[in-house]
Every structure is written in structure tokens, then in C-alpha cells.
Nanobody, 129 residues
Framework: QVQLVESGGGLVQAGGSLRLSCEAS????????MGWFRQAPGKEREFVTL????????????YYADSVKGRFTISRDNAKNTVYLQMNSLKPEDTATYYCAAAAGVTGRLLRADGVDYWGKGTLVTVSS
């Protein structure tokens, strides 16, 4: 069982930055693919980014949705059981609740919400124009 706790959300002006953190319980964190999804009011939950348990997967072990590529950066610290999401050049359309996600096994499972094994409770990010 893995528990995920997000932090770092808040209100920021367009063009600003925020860093989200997700701390995981358990001793097997390094074996999990980790990612972030987001859900805006009235919309479906959507994939944002993932980082593989293996740095050899794809381009440095990370993958981004086109909407955030070049602005968001995902990273992980296995010693701290924590994954981070650095969000720069924020836009009003980035406003959503951001959810931390974990999936074991094949990294590609984390590209879809139905492939997620564990979810955090979410942290709200609001970007004002």
C-alpha cells in the first residue's frame, strides 16, 4: 500500500511559478512510476507528466503532455520518497486540482488515469490573469 500526500498548491499570477511536492509512504517508492494529473472544474482528469522508475525509459525517464512541455519539470528524490512538479510560466488554463499518481510495472500505464494504482487527494492550483 502506498499513500501519497501533495503540497505546494496555491494562488499565483499568470507568468508565475509554483512547485508541487508529493511525499509517498512505503519503502518501495523507487520501484514506482510517478506522475501528475490535473482536473479542472467540469472537466475530466487529464495526464500532465510522469517520471519512470527507470531513467533509461524514453527521454531521461520523463514524459509530458504537449500543453505543459517546456514549462513544467518533473523530478524525483528516491532518498526522500518525494516527487516534485516545478511549474513555470503558468497560465490561467493551468488552473486545476493537481493529483499525484503512482503505478507499478510498465511505465506507460501512467499515461492514463485508469492505469494508476494510487492517487493522492490533490492540491489546488489557481492561476489568475
Amino acid at each position: 500500500q502506498v499513500q501519497l500526500v501533495e503540497s505546494g498548491g496555491g494562488l499565483v499570477q499568470a507568468g508565475g511559478s509554483l512547485r508541487l511536492s508529493c511525499e509517498a509512504s512505503g519503502r518501495t517508492f523507487r520501484q514506482y512510476n510517478m506522475g501528475w494529473f490535473r482536473q479542472a472544474p467540469g472537466k475530466e482528469r487529464e495526464f500532465v507528466t510522469l517520471i519512470s522508475w527507470s531513467s533509461g525509459w524514453s527521454s531521461g525517464g520523463t514524459y509530458y503532455a504537449d500543453s505543459v512541455k517546456g514549462r513544467f519539470t518533473i523530478s524525483r528524490d528516491n532518498a526522500k520518497n518525494t516527487v516534485y512538479l516545478q511549474m513555470n510560466s503558468l497560465k490561467p488554463e493551468d488552473t486545476a486540482t493537481y493529483y499525484c499518481a503512482a503505478a507499478a510495472g510498465v511505465t506507460g500505464r501512467l499515461l492514463r488515469a485508469d492505469g494508476v494504482d494510487y492517487w493522492g487527494k490533490g492540491t489546488l492550483v489557481t492561476v489568475s490573469s
